[in-house]
C-alpha cells in the first residue's frame, strides 16, 4: 500500500518541498513516498541538534541508556513490523530482514550497557614522570566527554543495522545527531527515529532526513556546527567526505566498500568454499 512518510526534524514530523519515491527493486512497485529534506531543513536540524546538545549532554548516563533499553524493547515488540517494511523497501528476503532488526534491538541495549563501562572515569597514577617534582604523590582523572553534532549518512543495503550502529552509540554517549539515510531505503531509518522518540528520546536530539548527497550530505559535511561525519558507502565518496570534513576540524569515521581476495587452503572443503564465496560477493549486491 502506497503511504506517504513525512521528515523527522528535531523530533517533529516536518514536510519538505519534493517527494522521494521509495520502490521495490525486487517487483520495481511504488511502495512509499518520502518527503525530500533540502540544505534549509538541514541546517534546521543541525540548529536543533546543537541546540539539544547543550542540555543532553549533561544528562546522566543512566538516564540516556534508559532510552537505549526503551527503544530495545519497543524495537523487540515490533520486530515483525519493521523487518516486513525493510523487506518492501530493499528487496531483501524477509529471513535475512529478520536478523537485521534482531541485531538492531541487540545493539541498542548493548551501546546502553557497554556505556556505563566505557564512560567511567579511569585513575593513573604519574609517578613514573619525573618532571613536575611531586608526581609520586599525585594521580590524574582521566574522562570522555561528548563531541557535539554528528551527523549520520547511512547505506542502502543495511538501513536498520546501520541506523543502530551509527545512532544508538552516539546518542548514549551524548551526542546529538542528524541522520541522512540512503534515498533508496529511507523507510526503516524513518520508523526507527519514530521508536526513539517514542522511547522518551528528548526533542532536537536526533533528526532523520532523507535526501540527495549533494544537499543533505553537502550540508552535514561543511557545516562547522556538525563535530562529527559517521559513513557508510563507496570508497570514492567516503575518502572525499573524509578529507573534506577533517579539514574543517571534524572527527570522521569512514567505512567505504571494498572487493577483498579470499584465501582456500588445500585441506579446505572446496564444495562450501565455493558457496560461502559466491554468496559473499553476490548476496545483496555484495
Request: glycine fraction near 10%; charge should be neutral.
Amino acid at each position: 500500500m502506497l503511504f506517504l512518510v513525512t521528515l523527522i526534524l528535531g523530533g517533529e514530523k516536518v514536510r519538505g518541498e519534493r517527494v522521494i519515491k521509495v520502490l521495490n527493486p525486487a517487483t520495481e512497485e511504488v511502495v512509499g513516498e518520502v518527503w525530500e529534506a533540502g540544505r534549509e531543513e538541514t541546517r534546521r536540524a543541525v540548529d536543533l541538534a546543537l541546540e539539544s546538545f547543550q542540555i543532553f549532554s549533561r544528562l546522566s548516563i543512566k538516564d540516556r541508556a534508559k532510552v537505549l533499553v526503551r527503544a530495545s524493547e519497543i524495537l523487540a515488540s515490533r520486530s515483525e513490523e519493521v523487518a516486513r517494511l525493510l523487506t518492501t523497501e530493499s528487496g531483501k528476503p524477509i529471513r535475512d530482514s529478520r536478523v537485521e532488526v534482531s541485531r538492531a534491538v541487540q545493539l541498542f541495549r548493548i551501546a546502553a550497557e557497554e556505556a556505563r563501562i566505557v564512560l567511567e572515569g579511569k585513575t593513573f597514577r604519574v609517578d613514573g614522570y619525573e618532571y613536575p617534582p611531586g608526581n609520586e604523590r599525585r594521580l590524574v582523572l582521566s574522562l570522555r566527554e561528548p563531541l557535539g553534532v554528528v551527523g549520520a549518512i547511512l547505506p542502502f543495503n543495511f538501513p536498520a543495522n546501520s541506523f543502530a550502529h551509527k545512532v544508538a552509540p552516539n546518542l548514549v554517549v551524548g551526542n546529538t545527531v542528524v541522520v541522512k539515510p540512503s534515498s533508496s531505503t529511507p523507510l526503516t531509518a524513518l520508523l526507527m527515529g519514530e521508536i526513539l522518540y517514542q522511547a522518551g528520546l528528548p526533542k532536537g536530539t536526533l533528526s532523520v532526513l532523507p535526501g540527495g548527497g549533494d544537499s543533505v550530505g553537502e550540508e552535514l559535511v561543511s557545516n562547522r556546527k556538525v563535530s562529527g561525519i559517521t559513513f557508510t558507502g563507496s570508497t570514492p565518496v567516503g575518502t572525499s567526505i573524509a578529507s573534506r570534513a577533517v579539514s574543517l576540524g571534524k572527527r570522521v569515521m569512514a567505512e567505504m566498500g571494498g572487493s577483498d581476495p579470499i584465501i582456500v587452503l588445500e585441506d579446505a572443503d572446496l564444495d562450501k568454499a565455493v558457496q560461502v564465496s559466491v554468496r559473499a560477493r553476490f548476496e545483496y549486491a555484495g
